[in-house]
Nanobody, 124 residues
Framework: QVQLVESGGGLVQAGGSLRLSCAAS????????MGWSRQGPGKEREFVAA?????????YYADSVKGRFTFSRDGAKNAAYLQMNSLRPEDTAVYYC????????????????WGQGTQVTVSS
């Protein structure tokens, strides 16, 4: 019954912005690690951003997105978001929302639950 549904992906020009949303249902994930990973063409899946729980002060970002992307969560809505600014062609990937009891599971790409992903394509 657990579902993670991503939305907000699309085609944008380099330098543009997108805001991804993740709606979780079937379980309350406030005490879970939750975040985003991505997989670009011919690349390994990589961690993007996450927090250890919905009210955490510290957000963990990949170096490649730090300063450009902003991750946030809404515990009441059981949701997570990824504001992506200054997008680059190398950001082109399928973006996945993921949830796990342990943050490490998100780092290694083995979440307890994940969504179907949303395609982000950045043109040059």
């Amino acid at each position: 019954q657990v579902q993670l549904v991503e939305s907000g992906g699309g085609l944008v020009q380099a330098g543009g912005s997108l805001r991804l949303s993740c709606a979780a249902s079937g379980r309350r994930f406030g005490n879970y690690a939750m975040g985003w990973s991505r997989q670009g063409p011919g690349k390994e899946r990589e961690f993007v951003a996450a927090t250890t729980w919905s009210g955490a002060n510290t957000v963990y970002y990949a170096d490649s997105v730090k300063g450009r992307f902003t991750f946030s969560r809404d515990g009441a809505k059981n949701a997570a978001y990824l504001q992506m600014n200054s997008l680059r062609p190398e950001d082109t990937a399928v973006y996945y929302c993921a949830v796990a009891e342990k943050l490490q599971r998100l780092y290694v790409g083995a979440p307890d639950y994940w969504g179907q992903g949303t395609q982000v394509t950045v043109s040059s």
